[in-house]
T-cell receptor, first 113, second 113 residues
């Protein structure tokens, strides 16, 4: 079945760039998402990319998509302590399932001062 | 910014009891969803709802579960005869149109004892 995989942990120093990686299996994915979850909070939509795009930049966030390798990454420039959270990669296929997103297990980002 | 609100934030119930988890989606959204996250596991799709009917459901969403939009603002998930393994964080989400990103609430943590 469809699957999304992420590494579980990432630790960086404040001011450095963070790169969170994700791989997925569904070749018919239409949208790929990054959600952020802070302790005790819900899933906050950070950014998303259409499968026909290679890159999307939004302020400190850069999303890169390699559709051939089914690899998605999220780069956070100038990482701050407030960026410490769990980051979830998710994929959706709107040609098929409406709103049935497949999530990864999440990457816990720790930012050290 | 409009947001999805869920109540209660934490619900404790005894095995065999019925629970109703409540959600108020973003007001002009038309598509509604429930997801759950068992501790340490992935966020999983349960059900999607559009035009007053279920549009898709997962294998998890069996006869024990039901959803309802009782009025113009609320969207509820009912779990009949709860089991220990129903303990999880339940997330409600909504989107404005088909294919638009999902906006999630902060979740309801359900603990079945």
């Amino acid at each position: 079945g469809e699957d999304v995989e992420q590494s579980l942990f990432l630790s960086v120093r404040e001011g450095d760039s963070s790169v969170i990686n994700c791989t997925y299996t569904d070749s018919s994915s239409t949208y790929l998402y990054w959600y952020k979850q802070e302790p005790g909070a819900g899933l906050q939509l950070l950014t998303y990319i259409f499968s026909n795009m290679d890159m999307k930049q939004d302020q400190r966030l850069t999303v890169l998509l390699n559709k051939k390798d089914k690899h998605l990454s999220l780069r956070i420039a100038d990482t701050q302590t407030g960026d410490s959270a769990i980051y979830f990669c998710a994929e959706g296929d709107y040609g098929g399932s409406q709103g049935n997103l497949i999530f990864g297990k999440g990457t816990k980002l720790s930012v050290k001062p | 910014e409009p947001e999805v609100t869920q109540t209660p934030s934490h619900q404790v119930t005894q095995m065999g009891q019925e629970v109703i988890l409540r959600c108020v989606p973003i007001s002009n959204h038309l598509y509604f969803y429930w997801y759950r996250q068992i501790l340490g596991q992935k966020v999983e799709f349960l059900v999607s709802f559009y035009n007053n009917e279920i549009s898709e459901k997962s294998e998890i969403f069996d006869d024990q579960f039901s959803v309802e939009r009782p009025d113009g603002s609320n969207f509820t998930l009912k779990i009949r005869s709860t089991k220990l393994e129903d303990s999880a964080m339940y997330f409600c989400a909504s989107s404005g149109v088909a294919g638009a990103p999902l906006h999630f609430g902060n979740g309801t943590r359900l603990t079945v004892t």
